[in-house]
C-alpha cells in the first residue's frame, strides 16, 4: 500500500539493499501496518489546517453559523462555499453604495440599492403600515385570492436598539391618583417589557441625503428624483445576515430605508 506516510516512512530508511522490504514480505507489511497507524492522524490534521478555509472546510454548516450566515441546502455546496469566502474575506470597502450592491449581489440578495438623490422625503416609502389585501370576488380565507399585503418599510441604522420598561404590578398614573380611583395603581415590578426603538422618519429635508434605500426595482421622474421603490423579496431566514451585510459596510452616519419583504 503506498501512502504519503509510507512514503515518509521509506524515506527515512538507511540507505542500503538489506533496508529494502520485499514486495508483500513481512517487513513490507509491517511498514504498511505502521503506516496505517500515523496516516488517519495525518488526513485529520491535513484536515485542520484547512478547517478555517471556505473553499475547503470540512465543516462548512459550523463556520457559515460563525460568520452568521444561514445554511441554505437548496443552494449547491460550491455556492454556499462562495458566499462564506465573500464573508470572511471581504474586499477592502470605502463604504459607497456600488461596494454594498456589490456584496449583497456576492451574499445571493436578490436587491437593489438606491441612492436618495435628488433628496426626496423618505416618508413617501417608509410611512405606510401593513395592511391586508383583498384580491378578486371569492377573498375568504383559504383562497388564493385572499392574502395579506405590505406597503411601506423600516429604518436600519445601526442594528437593532432595545428598550428595557420595568413591568409595574402597581404604579401611580393620573392626576386623580388617589385609593379607589381606578388611575391608583402602586407597587413593584418583577420583570422588564422589551421593545424594539424605532427610529421616526427624519422631517428636516437637510437629513434626507443621508438616507438610502434597499429593495426592488424604483422609478425615478425627469429630474431623476426617487419617486416609487417595489417591495423585494428576502428569506426570512437570512433576515439577519441581510441585515448584517448592509451594516458591516454602510457609514455610521447613512441610514438605510429597507423595502423588504421577508418571506
Not at 460568520?67 to 441546502?73: A, E, I, R
Not at 383583498?134 to 405590505?150: C, H, K, L, W
Not at 388617589?178 to 413593584?188: P, Y
Request: net charge negative.
Amino acid at each position: 500500500m503506498s501512502s504519503l506516510s509510507r512514503k515518509a516512512i521509506d524515506g527515512l530508511l538507511p540507505k542500503g539493499s538489506i533496508w529494502q522490504p520485499s514486495e508483500d514480505g513481512d517487513f513490507d507489511k509491517f511498514l504498511d501496518g505502521v503506516a496505517d497507524c500515523s496516516e488517519s492522524a495525518r488526513i485529520f490534521l491535513d484536515d485542520l489546517s484547512e478547517i478555517r478555509d471556505p473553499l475547503n472546510t470540512p465543516v462548512l454548516s459550523d463556520l457559515e453559523r460563525e460568520y452568521g450566515l444561514t445554511t441554505d441546502l437548496n443552494l449547491t455546496e460550491e455556492t454556499r462555499r462562495m458566499q462564506l469566502a465573500s464573508r470572511k474575506f471581504p474586499q477592502i470597502q470605502n463604504g459607497s453604495l456600488d461596494h454594498l450592491q456589490d456584496a449583497l449581489d456576492r451574499a445571493g440578495f436578490n436587491v437593489q440599492v438606491h441612492e436618495n438623490s435628488p433628496a426626496v422625503d423618505p416618508a413617501i416609502f417608509l410611512d405606510q403600515a401593513f395592511q391586508m389585501v383583498a384580491n378578486g370576488v371569492a377573498a375568504y380565507a383559504g383562497n388564493q385570492d385572499a392574502f395579506a399585503g405590505r406597503v411601506g418599510g423600516e429604518f436600519l441604522v445601526n442594528g437593532d436598539l432595545i428598550i428595557q420598561t420595568p413591568a409595574y404590578l402597581m404604579q401611580a398614573n393620573g392626576v386623580n391618583a388617589f385609593a379607589g380611583n381606578s388611575q391608583a395603581v402602586a407597587g413593584r415590578f418583577d420583570v422588564f417589557n422589551q421593545n424594539i426603538f424605532e427610529y421616526e422618519i427624519p422631517t428636516d429635508p437637510a437629513d434626507w441625503p443621508l438616507v438610502f434605500f434597499v429593495g426592488g426595482d424604483a422609478t425615478r421622474d425627469g429630474s431623476g428624483a426617487l419617486t416609487e421603490i417595489k417591495l423585494a423579496d428576502v428569506p426570512n431566514k437570512r433576515k439577519l445576515e441581510f441585515k448584517r451585510t448592509i451594516l458591516k459596510i454602510k457609514p455610521i452616519h447613512s441610514w438605510a430605508g429597507l423595502i423588504i419583504n421577508y418571506n
